[in-house]
């Protein structure tokens, strides 16, 4: 099992800016990919930012230029931050991580989430 802690949600106002971090421990064979998602009211959950073990990233076209994804290996740890806050970037962000579990099996865990709030 994989547990993921996310830290760095907050209140802020527009045009602010706010870090994300997410801590993957307990039984780590091997994290592949790592990514942030969110959630707003009402709305489907979408990717924000995705970084794979190698770190080619890809962002979701609302926050590219804005958002920067990366990540330390050796802690196992995956940051976003997230500059030029918008009203719109209001949501619950949720971190991922695919753990490799065993040679061919690849299980995805998610973080509790943290709330993001942007104001006008």
């Known amino acids: 099992q994989v547990q993921l802690a996310e830290s760095g949600g907050g209140l802020v106002q527009a045009g602010g800016s706010l870090r994300l971090s997410c801590a993957a421990s307990g039984n780590i064979f091997k994290i592949n990919t790592m990514g942030w998602y969110r959630q707003a009211p009402g709305k489907q959950r979408e990717l924000v930012a995705a970084?794979?073990?190698?770190?080619?990233?890809r962002y979701a076209g609302s926050v590219k230029d804005r958002f920067t994804i990366s990540r330390d290996n050796a802690k196992n740890t995956v940051y976003l931050q997230m500059n030029s806050l918008k009203p719109e970037d209001t949501a619950v962000y949720y971190c991922?991580?695919?753990?490799?579990?065993?040679?061919?099996?690849?299980?995805?865990?998610w973080g509790q989430g943290t709330q993001v709030t942007v104001s006008s």
């Open positions: 991922s991580a695919y753990h490799q579990e065993t040679n061919w099996y690849e299980k995805i865990y």
């Open positions: 970084i794979t073990s190698d770190s080619s990233i």
